[in-house]
């Protein structure tokens, strides 16, 4: 079974503070996402990674920095929380290519309430 | 206007009944088309994954996509309490990691 674990389930910040999110896979997948969901608005990509080191923006990065340091490891920065940041985040991974062909497929982890007060 | 429109429901059928669920789209490059399902407090799980036009069977699931009216479609046979979750369509043209994500159609099915 594929796992994507993330580090909180829930959490309150303050405004301005540093937020770190934590997503660990453990099925090897080369992409891991970074997206956020609010009602209404549907999942919104923030930050993707293909590859250790490499980043890519997605439809709202601002704000928002990422880390991918390790493979299995994926890491969304909120470098001044502002209370517009408050939303679930969800971490997802998936591999680049199976059989030869794209992926698509993208398996989430449980996500992250993130309150910023 | 948005890329996928998905119908937020709620919609609420009684245990056993067929339920389908909808998304439209505009962008005619879409190509792979998924299904997730996601309970309250839960992230997404993938449900049903189906490249260009047709149908794909799973159990109790049907997917059904037809591109020439930009339509997809997921059914539920015998639905149960246990499938009350929000569903979410999702797609992708190819070529690219993005997948556009239709907002969730939340459904309840009544014992």
């Known amino acids: 079974d594929v796992k994507v674990t993330q580090s909180s389930r829930y959490l309150v910040k303050r405004t301005g503070e540093k937020v770190f999110l934590e997503c660990v896979q453990d099925m090897d997948h080369e992409n891991m996402f970074w997206y956020r969901q609010d009602p209404g608005l549907g999942l919104r990509l923030i930050y993707f990674?293909?590859?250790?080191?490499?980043?890519e923006k997605g439809d709202i990065p601002e704000g928002y920095s990422v880390s991918r340091e390790k493979k299995e490891r994926f890491s969304l920065i909120l470098e001044s929380a502002s209370t517009n940041q408050t939303s679930m985040y969800l971490c997802a991974s998936s591999f680049l290519r199976v059989r030869g062909s794209l992926s698509y497929e993208q398996y989430f982890g449980p996500g992250t309430r993130l309150t910023v007060t | 206007q948005k890329e996928v429109e998905q119908d937020p429901g709620p919609l609420s059928v009684p245990e056993g009944a067929i339920v389908s669920l909808n998304c439209t789209y505009s962008?005619?490059?879409?190509?792979?088309f998924m299904w997730y399902r996601q309970y309250s407090r839960k992230g997404p799980e993938l449900l049903m994954y189906?490249?260009?036009?047709g149908n794909k069977e799973d159990g109790r699931f049907t997917a059904q996509v037809d591109k020439s009216s930009k339509y997809i479609s997921l059914f539920i046979r015998d639905s149960q309490p246990s499938d009350s979750a929000t569903y979410l369509c999702?797609?992708?043209?190819?070529?690219?990691?993005?997948?556009?994500f239709g907002t969730g159609t939340k459904l309840q099915v009544i014992p």
């Open positions: 962008n005619s490059a879409f190509q792979y």
């Open positions: 999702a797609m992708n043209s190819g070529g690219y990691q993005k997948v556009t």
């Open positions: 189906t490249y260009s036009s």
């Open positions: 990674s293909y590859d250790v080191k490499m980043k």
